[in-house]
């Protein structure tokens, strides 16, 4: 390293050369620091995605009243696929051929309205443009009621119409209670007073559903009742998103003849936990096997499936119809059977309660009242299973699938 030159060895008359930066160029940034896609990628993404929302997603802005909104229900070009509308693709050609002729005629209307000016009298405007404008917006009018008709006339929605995530072709949005149909449900179950069954019946809703209806409708009065402020406009919201079953007020003349809209499966099969079981029942060819024989392989007091069904009633009813009764004698039998129905619980509960007055004993003390009831030990079982014995374990696995038990039958019951 050469030694360094003081600054008394420099001549005075050394003049000193500035040199001017330059910019350097640097290359592109094909990244950014905190991302690891690239700029130009990013870019391209969202300028698709502003291409999509003014173009096949506009429609997906103003929703069709009475409609779901969802893409299942377009397709890629952004027309309603019910409405049998055909996608309008145009090549590049023809949209240079369409802004041609866009400026030839804006030039023959501007060379137009100077002749004009030239022939008529200032503040005077020609007959002919009057006339043609009242023409277009004629025209005007009309394509826009027609429009108007179009979106009424629509046909109603099929399963493809419910499909609100396009890639999963199996997933199907269903369908909600609609807020008047909520509203008859509790003015059929508290106003007057019907039993949940016949509401079931009556609407197409499950038991369940009813249940939870007159439930919350209760709570909403309360909160109305109250003072306190109910989200009406986002349950609005919702409602006009999704799928609704609507109310059909048979009572109207307008709906005479027609039935309410079912709304789901009222007769679906619970699973009993005691058919969850694997069993070898053996029967004899000459034996008739029903369902009753089934119920009692599985434990001896399982009802038959038609008596474990939420509404075994209906069953009833299509016997008499197979059997050949009239209309009003099949209803007459109906009435009779629900009244006889209610007769005998209402019965059983009486006896329910006079049992437990009878084998309960209270002996009231000063801060509690002591209860004391009758218990045997046979309460169990053989098993110990039994739900009335004392301490019974609840959630005791079967046994079906252990090492060392005999699963084939040793016996066959005649």
């Not at 005077?124 to 027609?146: N, W």
């Not at 007769?343 to 801060?367: C, D, I, Y």
């Amino acid at each position: 390293m050469p030694p360094r030159l003081r600054a008394s060895h420099l001549s005075a008359s050394v003049s000193y050369i500035s040199v001017r930066p330059q910019s350097i160029a640097q290359p592109a940034r094909t990244a950014r620091d905190f991302s690891q896609s690239s700029c130009r990628l990013v870019t391209q993404r969202r300028r698709k995605f502003y291409e999509w929302l003014n173009g096949p997603g506009r429609p997906l802005k103003q929703p069709i009243p009475g409609s779901t909104n969802y893409l299942g229900a377009y397709d890629k070009y952004g027309n309603l696929v019910r409405a049998g509308s055909v996608p309008e693709k145009t090549s590049d050609k023809d949209k240079e051929a369409e802004a041609k002729a866009k400026a030839k005629a804006k030039a023959g209307i501007t060379e137009g309205q100077q002749t004009a000016d030239e022939a008529t009298a200032e503040g005077q405007e020609s007959l002919e443009k009057l006339d043609e404008a009242l023409r277009q917006q004629a025209k005007e009018e009309q394509a826009e009621k027609k429009k108007k008709t179009d979106e009424q006339q629509l046909s109603p929605e099929t399963m493809e119409d419910l499909r609100p995530f396009p890639l999963n072709k199996f997933f199907r949005s269903q369908p909600v209670l609609s807020e008047e149909l909520r509203e008859a449900i509790y003015q059929f179950v508290v106003k007057e007073g019907k039993p949940v069954p016949l509401a079931s019946i009556t609407f197409g809703v499950s038991n369940e559903r009813i249940g939870a209806v007159v439930r919350l409708k209760q709570m909403e009065k309360q909160w109305i009742a109250q003072g306190k402020t109910l989200a009406m406009p986002y349950s609005k919201a919702v409602l006009e998103m999704l799928p609704t079953t609507p109310y059909i007020d048979t009572s109207l003349p307008k709906n005479a003849g027609k039935r309410p809209i079912v709304h789901e499966p009222i007769n679906d099969l619970i699973v009993h936990p005691a058919t969850r079981q694997q069993l070898f029942v053996p029967v004899a060819e000459s034996r008739q096997f029903t369902r009753v024989d089934a119920g009692k392989a599985f434990d001896n007091n399982l009802l038959p499936a038609d008596e474990r069904i939420p509404h075994p009633e209906l069953v009833k009813v299509v016997r008499d119809e197979v059997t050949g009764y009239s209309k009003e004698e099949r209803r007459a039998l109906a009435e009779q059977r629900y009244l006889e129905a209610m007769e005998k619980k209402k019965k059983a509960e009486e006896a329910k309660k006079r049992e437990e007055l009878e084998t309960k004993r209270t002996v009231p003390q000063r801060r509690w009242d002591f209860v004391f009831r009758d218990v045997s030990v046979e309460h169990a079982g053989r098993n110990g299973r039994d739900p009335r014995g004392v301490g019974w374990r609840y959630g005791l696995p079967h046994q079906d699938r252990k090492k060392g038990q005999v699963k084939i039958p040793t016996k066959v019951e005649a």
